[in-house]
């Protein structure tokens, strides 16, 4: 069989395409019954051998170098809860052999410059995985929007000869594409599908959940301030959301939307969302992927540590107003563990404010930067109480309004963690 080796980020299947053209098959289904047949018969095997393994046999090159170059999962399978699965994505492969073909995206993309600078170039042109991405409808490259096919056996032809069945996406999407945002959700997938290895899930999530602390928006699945759904929703485009997350554009306010906010909860996620949540969270693609596949072990080594702390409340204050109460902040100014920060405030009735919204903490903040000894001593140890008993509903009721906070009264108010209640600030004075 005639071996053709792939194009510079030539998409999986458009290659498998070009290699039954060259061999005269009339698909890659029998293309690839043949390479199997083949590959029992020399390997005298009769178990079956995953696709990405057999076309590398045919290349002569390694299947994990094939598959980081030409196939969707470095983009659409970046995070994996397997720890020791960060470096490979052929066991991926190997144990699910159709996951190396799943797409998001329900047409064939190509870019008209593309193809023409291919066919002048080498006399052909062909599929790239760039193109493949939801919500790529410009190339990035050219500047000029992306053409799609709708069609099943697409890839199994050079773009070229289905140009005059090609449509565009609307004008609205490729207007948006000009968007800061969507400039820096195309380049995290360019950085993402050049990437070497996957992340683990609970760094991924850690990454994602300082940026969004950071922010004071809420990480629980309960409560009243806004989630990171609810951030992405007000920022992304309307357009763009409706055509590529369509769950996220009908969800109503404050609602948990378990595949995106999950990703803050070591819970997994597509690729699409943390390529978007990073896009809207980080000021640089690069440095997004970076932080995203850092071990959480290396990110904590480099931090610089500082083990001295003052315990006394009116010392540690300044610092908590600093950083507005947020606990993951003052982490990482004083290169402190976050439970000893925890740990530290709490004692001194400083709780953490990060699942206030930004409204309230800043009023709370500002009271708090202005209040005298006396009455910070009083609130502090209103605080304290609540924080180490376990009274009963009407008793933590009365503690909040002493400490001036008021949950709503239609949400249930937990009973052990003050940084769990979600409130609403009603004059601290």
Known sequence: MIAVQPLPDEYIKGHLGRLRVINGFESSEQLMRQLGEQHRRDCKEHKSTPTHKLIAALLKTEPEHYLRQHSLLPFTRVVTRKKDETNTFSKLATARPYAIFQQERSAAYFCPACIEHDKNSMGLSYWRR????????????????????????????????????????????????????????????????????????????????SKVNAL????????????????????????????????????????????????????????????????????????????????????????????????????LLPIYLRNKGIYLAISKETGLRKNTIHYRFRKVGLPSLAYLNSSSRDRLIRYLSEVSDEKLEEWSNHVIQLLNAKPKLATQWDALQKVGLVPDEKMAIPRNSFNCINKTLTDVN
């Open 130 to 209: 760039l193109h493949q991405i939801p919500g790529v409808d410009i190339c990035p490259k050219h500047a000029t929007p992306l053409n799609f096919v709708q069609s099943d056996y697409a890839f199994e032809y050079e773009p070229h000869r289905l140009a005059s069945r090609a449509e565009q996406p609307s004008t609205e999407l490729i207007a948006i594409s000009d968007n800061p945002i969507i400039r820096r959700y195309i380049r995290v997938a360019e950085v993402l599908l050049k990437s070497e290895k996957r992340a683990w899930s609970y760094a991924a999530s850690t990454a994602l959940t």
């Open 216 to 315: 004071g928006l809420r990480v629980a699945q309960k409560g009243i301030a806004e989630n990171l759904s609810d951030f992405l929703k007000r920022e992304l485009p309307t357009a763009w959301a409706r055509s590529y997350l369509p769950r996220l554009h009908e969800k109503p306010e404050r609602e948990h939307l378990h595949y995106i906010d999950g990703i803050c909860l070591s819970q997994g996620g597509s690729g699409h969302v943390f390529a978007i949540a990073m896009a809207v969270l980080f000021n640089d693609a690069k440095h997004a992927v970076d932080d995203l596949l850092t071990p959480r072990e290396h990110r904590i080594s480099t931090e610089p540590k500082n083990k001295k702390l003052n315990t006394s409340r009116r010392k």
